[in-house]
């Protein structure tokens, strides 16, 4: 165990979330690669969304195609003049491509900080899960709510009529960070008409491979993320027959594809000094950097796996931050 993880101090009230999480999810992922969903579901909180405006955020939801339960959750900040200019956040949640959604609470509740704080509007994807819904469901899902943005679906009741979708951003965190750069990856072949990615933000973004990396084995006692339980969620995502250098796994593994031809955004990538995968992350930004993207990399050396679900920690504000500024540097490039 690493001094720093050692180290580590979190309040009480994070530590009871995070062994909550932990043992609700060690309890419902079954050794044969299932889910027990009875169980999470009973631990997993819900929140309505926001018809009335709640800390100068409202929230509703919008239904892209029943039949696959795909829809989404909008949110948009009251407190702005409407003639004033929003970018568009089109996220991606965390859970190893099985667990949770937009209406989960720790979701919920920072999409809301998301929009409050940047003052955009945030549109927060409800894709299909693993294991019941194998690779590349969740891929060709995210990509719908995007093309959804993009056509008719842009001018759906109740979207902000001062949203730029000339100034829109991909981003998730852990493996909604993983769908972000595939999201990136597909628009690489798709002209869109009205919508226009400018920015890709990937939180701590859920890659691996089948070869151990040194922080994988250094933080084996990390909070949350193990990588026991990442390679459950690895097997629970992939179809029979693939391993995690599978080429939406390893990203620059063996088996990935050449992007350097392939259009992209700017892109920040966020790292949590104390997340086993900061080493995958690392040498994402770097294979980023030499197919001649414009990657930017911010470190918190105390953050662990998703530190950023938590307002009680020090790095939240100053990821939020950051964050804010990346968006509006783009914004600025954009319209100059």
Request: net charge neutral.
């Amino acid at each position: 165990m690493s001094d720093a993880l050692s180290a580590l101090r979190l309040p009480w009230k994070v530590k009871i979330i995070l062994t909550s999480i932990t043992i609700g999810t060690d309890i419902c992922s079954r050794p044969d690669g299932s889910v027990n969903r009875f169980i999470f579901n009973l631990m997993d909180f819900k929140s309505s969304p926001l018809k009335k405006p709640k800390n100068g955020v409202k929230s509703f939801d919008v239904t892209v195609d029943a039949s696959r339960n795909l829809w989404f959750r909008l949110y948009f900040p009251t407190s702005e003049s409407t003639s004033e200019s929003l970018p568009l956040i089109v996220y991606f949640h965390g859970g190893g491509f099985v667990y949770m959604a937009p209406d989960s609470k720790l979701y919920d509740d920072f999409c809301q900080s998301l929009s409050r704080e940047i003052h955009a509007v945030v549109i927060s994807v409800n894709y299909r899960l693993a294991p019941e819904n194998k690779w590349p469901c969740q891929y060709e899902d995210s990509f719908d709510v995007l093309k959804f943005i993009d056509g008719d679906g842009s001018s759906f009741e109740g979207l902000a009529a001062n949203v730029d979708l000339k100034r829109c951003f991909v981003a998730g965190d852990s493996a909604g960070g993983n769908i972000a750069h595939h999201m990136i990856l597909k628009s690489g072949d798709h002209e869109f008409r009205k919508l226009e990615i400018i920015g890709l933000i990937a939180i701590q973004p859920f890659f691996g491979g089948e070869e151990r990396t040194e922080s994988e084995i250094r933080l084996l006692k990390a909070p949350l993320l193990t990588i026991d339980r990442a390679d459950w969620f690895w097997k629970a995502f992939l179809p029979e027959g693939f391993d995690r250098d599978h080429k939406s796994v390893n990203i620059f593994g063996p088996k990935s594809e050449d992007i350097s031809k392939v259009r992209f955004p700017a892109i920040k990538v966020f790292v949590g000094g104390l997340d086993p995968l900061i080493d995958r992350q690392k040498r994402y930004y770097e294979g980023l950097k030499k197919s001649g993207k414009e990657a930017y990399l911010t470190e918190y050396p105390n953050a662990f796996h998703t530190f950023y679900g938590f307002p009680e920690l020090p790095e939240w504000s100053k990821f939020i931050k950051d964050v804010a500024d990346f968006i509006a540097a783009e914004c600025k490039k954009q319209s100059s």
